[in-house]
């Protein structure tokens, strides 16, 4: 079944236009069809569409299943070539993470500035949003850029993973830091040159935890799926 997010007012839903294409010309919806609603308060119902031409959707019921992870998770990722930020702003919306942080590390192919960020947030919201409403969410994740590493201290978890291709090798620390039930967590993924030996010290510095993701050095497209994969599968056990 279908979900949207949208505003609900009275128990009437108003979709955003481009929903209301997909809905009606993508979609091919009917009178009494049902879709899924997601409202401004990440509540998910049940609703019913009362007429086409102008759009009507009532809600009929609230959906008390929740697909949410138990703990709030943020992925930091270093700025990455072609579409990598965009496949990782995809997989990640649809392992549960709360919070995407785009940084510039030093090792940085691409460049980013504040402006180049905002004129791709719509894109790489619209994939989010699109992501969250594929695997049935309630959150649409927020994404956020910073200019360096020394940028990411307000946004530290109360437990922070670093991911260093130099510690690769036995995965059982990272499985043991998880054992501990932990309100929210970050993964920190460097980009395609990985972390220098400065920013590697600065996140110790900064708590975090070292952590290996096995004996292979993996893409970081892939690394930053296979860590997200790790810590949904253990806060879902």
Same mark, same amino acid.
């Given at each position: 079944?279908?979900?949207?997010?949208?505003?609900?007012?009275?128990?009437?839903?108003?979709?955003?236009?481009?929903?209301?294409?997909?809905?009606?010309?993508?979609?091919?919806?009917?009178?009494?069809?049902?879709?899924?609603?997601?409202?401004?308060?990440?509540?998910?119902?049940?609703?019913?569409?009362?007429?086409?031409?102008?759009?009507?959707?009532?809600?009929?019921?609230?959906?008390?299943?929740?697909?949410?992870?138990?703990?709030?998770?943020?992925?930091?990722?270093?700025?990455?070539?072609?579409?990598?930020?965009?496949?990782?702003?995809?997989?990640?919306? $649809? +392992? =549960?993470?709360? &919070?995407?942080? @785009?940084?510039?590390?030093?090792?940085?192919?691409?460049?980013?500035?504040?402006?180049?960020?905002?004129?791709?947030?719509?894109?790489?919201?619209?994939?989010?949003?699109?992501?969250?409403?594929?695997?049935?969410?309630?959150?649409?994740?927020?994404?956020?850029?910073?200019?360096?590493?020394?940028?990411?201290?307000?946004?530290?978890?109360?437990?922070?993973?670093?991911?260093?291709?130099?510690?690769?090798?036995?995965?059982?620390?990272?499985?043991?830091?998880?054992?501990?039930?932990?309100?929210?967590?970050?993964?920190?993924?460097?980009?395609?040159?990985?972390?220098?030996?400065?920013?590697?010290?600065?996140?110790? $510095? +900064? =708590?975090?935890? &070292?952590?290996? @993701?096995?004996?292979?050095?993996?893409?970081?497209?892939?690394?930053?799926?296979?860590?997200?994969?790790?810590?949904?599968?253990?806060?879902?056990?």
């Amino acid at each position: 079944m279908q979900r949207y997010f949208a505003n609900v007012k009275d128990n009437i839903v108003y979709l955003k236009e481009d929903d209301i294409f997909h809905l009606t010309k993508v979609m091919r919806a009917r009178i009494n069809d049902r879709i899924e609603i997601v409202d401004e308060n990440h509540c998910a119902y049940l609703a019913v569409i009362t007429s086409i031409s102008p759009l009507g959707i009532e809600i009929q019921e609230p959906i008390l299943k929740n697909s949410e992870l138990d703990s709030e998770v943020t992925l930091f990722f270093g700025l990455a070539k072609l579409d990598k930020i965009e496949l990782v702003i995809q997989k990640a919306t $649809e +392992l =549960g993470v709360k &919070n995407i942080v @785009l940084f510039q590390g030093k090792r940085s192919v691409v460049k980013f500035n504040e402006t180049d960020f905002s004129r791709k947030l719509p894109r790489y919201n619209a994939i989010a949003k699109e992501a969250s409403e594929q695997c049935h969410r309630e959150y649409i994740p927020n994404i956020k850029f910073r200019k360096s590493l020394h940028e990411i201290k307000d946004d530290l978890c109360e437990l922070n993973l670093f991911a260093y291709e130099l510690d690769a090798g036995d995965t059982s620390s990272f499985s043991s830091l998880l054992e501990k039930h932990y309100n929210s967590i970050s993964i920190i993924i460097g980009p395609e040159g990985g972390f220098d030996s400065s920013e590697a010290a600065f996140l110790k $510095e +900064l =708590g975090f935890n &070292n952590v290996s @993701l096995g004996k292979r050095i993996l893409r970081c497209e892939t690394a930053a799926i296979y860590a997200l994969s790790v810590i949904s599968f253990n806060l879902e056990k």
